[in-house]
């Protein structure tokens, strides 16, 4: 069985940055696809950025430019750098590491961004 924790959030004004990171107790060379979702109150979850076990990078439109996702295989961790975030940018944000057919999710962390 393969955990995610995710760390990283907390509280920022609208402007800022934050980095989240994902660790993974499996070596994350062995998963296919990596990414991060996020859902806000009252809204579906919905894909920020992935990122292929080859390196290459994918990001909704509404964060294109100011996100960034990377991985550190040497530490099985994944993040998602988040810069000139917006109150828009306020939800749950969520790890997830597909290999083939089998996914796993993290727990979860808020991040809160003030106008």
């Known amino acids: 069985q393969v955990q995610l924790v995710e760390s990283g959030g907390g509280l920022v004004q609208a402007g800022g940055s934050l980095r989240l990171s994902c660790a993974a107790s499996?070596?994350?060379?062995?998963?296919?696809?990596m990414g991060w979702y996020r859902q806000a109150p009252g809204k579906q979850r919905e894909l920020v950025a992935v990122?292929?076990?080859?390196?290459?990078?994918n990001y909704a439109d509404s964060v294109k430019g100011r996100f960034s996702i990377s991985g550190d295989n040497a530490k099985n961790t994944v993040y998602l750098q988040m810069n000139s975030l917006k109150p828009e940018d306020t939800a749950v944000y969520y790890c997830?590491?597909?290999?083939?057919?089998?996914?796993?999710w993290g727990q979860g962390t808020q991040v809160t961004v003030s106008s």
């Open positions: 997830n590491f597909k290999r083939a057919i089998i996914q796993f």
């Open positions: 990122i292929t076990s080859g390196g290459a990078t």
């Open positions: 499996g070596t994350i060379s062995s998963f296919n696809l």
